[in-house]
């Protein structure tokens, strides 16, 4: 499914005008101690030793690509609506921090710097398109051995259902849901059997309870319900081993 068809464009649209509300949450957690903290351990913990090239596949207003960056790695951050990147660039430069954000389309990203050591992607999968397309070319941006470190949760298990008043109800609407095979995903093992489909090795998903404890505790963003995050990491095989 191209960029501009009118699934991603319902879906870009959402996000686009989202990201004021999506900005003052983000940068919320993003300031909080024990967020932050939180955050940097499951980043560190999922990306190698010593400085990387890390391609952040729907960057958003940054969150990922900010945490990541602060730790020393080389960052660039994809995103298909520029509302989104703008607050990224923001973010960025406010923290002092070297990241190159692009426009582009996460299930074909185009960007320089290819082959990366790790693609990292946070809350994108369920919302993509040709889920099984943006897999396969994420894997061709990675270098031999390179790394998949992907956060999401099964955010709509049992549904997606917005009142007619809600934005999401517009972009989320029944076409949409169609052809969007995680969104409504009942369990992150239809997150694990895409990546290896895609022909990723050596898959790992780990539930993310500090921060669905954190979560418990701080509440979430409105009109969400706290839902268990997990990060999955898989390795693109190296043919040479």
Same mark, same amino acid.
């Given at each position: 499914m191209p960029p501009n068809s009118p699934i991603q464009e319902r879906i870009t649209w959402y996000w686009d005008q989202h990201a004021p509300n999506y900005q003052r949450f983000q940068e919320q957690r993003l300031t909080h101690p024990d967020y932050n903290a939180a955050w940097t351990r499951v980043w560190r913990d999922a990306l190698p030793?010593?400085? $990387?090239t890390i391609l952040d596949v729907g960057t958003g207003t940054g969150h990922a690509a900010?945490?990541?960056?602060?730790?020393?790695?080389?960052?660039?951050?994809?995103?298909? $609506?520029? $509302?989104?990147?703008?607050?990224?660039?923001?973010?960025?430069?406010?923290?002092?921090l070297d990241i190159t954000f692009v426009e582009g389309d996460a299930v074909r990203p185009a960007v320089d710097g290819a082959p990366f050591d790790v693609l990292v992607s946070r809350y994108v999968l369920w919302t993509l398109p040709d889920v099984d397309t943006a897999l396969g070319n994420w894997r061709r941006l990675l270098r031999p051995?390179?790394?998949?470190?992907?956060?999401?949760?099964?955010?709509?298990?049992?549904?997606?259902?917005?009142?007619?008043?809600?934005?999401?109800?517009?972009?989320?609407?029944?076409?949409?849901?169609?052809?969007?095979a995680?969104?409504?995903?009942?369990?992150?093992?239809?997150?694990?059997?895409?990546?290896?489909?895609?022909?990723?090795t050596d898959t790992?998903?780990?539930?993310?309870?500090?921060?669905?404890?954190?979560?418990g505790v701080h509440g979430v963003a409105?009109?969400?319900?706290?839902?268990?995050?997990?990060?999955?990491?898989?390795?693109?095989?190296?043919?040479?081993l």
């Amino acid at each position: 499914m191209p960029p501009n068809s009118p699934i991603q464009e319902r879906i870009t649209w959402y996000w686009d005008q989202h990201a004021p509300n999506y900005q003052r949450f983000q940068e919320q957690r993003l300031t909080h101690p024990d967020y932050n903290a939180a955050w940097t351990r499951v980043w560190r913990d999922a990306l190698p030793d010593g400085a $990387a090239t890390i391609l952040d596949v729907g960057t958003g207003t940054g969150h990922a690509a900010l945490t990541i960056a602060a730790l020393g790695h080389r960052v660039t951050g994809l995103d298909i $609506a520029p $509302a989104m990147l703008a607050h990224a660039r923001d973010n960025a430069r406010r923290r002092g921090l070297d990241i190159t954000f692009v426009e582009g389309d996460a299930v074909r990203p185009a960007v320089d710097g290819a082959p990366f050591d790790v693609l990292v992607s946070r809350y994108v999968l369920w919302t993509l398109p040709d889920v099984d397309t943006a897999l396969g070319n994420w894997r061709r941006l990675l270098r031999p051995g390179g790394r998949l470190a992907v956060v999401d949760a099964p955010w709509h298990a049992g549904g997606m259902q917005h009142p007619d008043t809600d934005p999401r109800a517009r972009a989320y609407d029944a076409e949409a849901r169609r052809a969007l095979a995680l969104a409504e995903a009942d369990a992150i093992t239809a997150w694990e059997e895409r990546i290896a489909a895609a022909g990723f090795t050596d898959t790992e998903v780990t539930p993310l309870t500090e921060i669905y404890e954190l979560d418990g505790v701080h509440g979430v963003a409105a009109g969400h319900r706290r839902t268990l995050q997990y990060l999955i990491t898989a390795r693109n095989p190296d043919p040479a081993l």
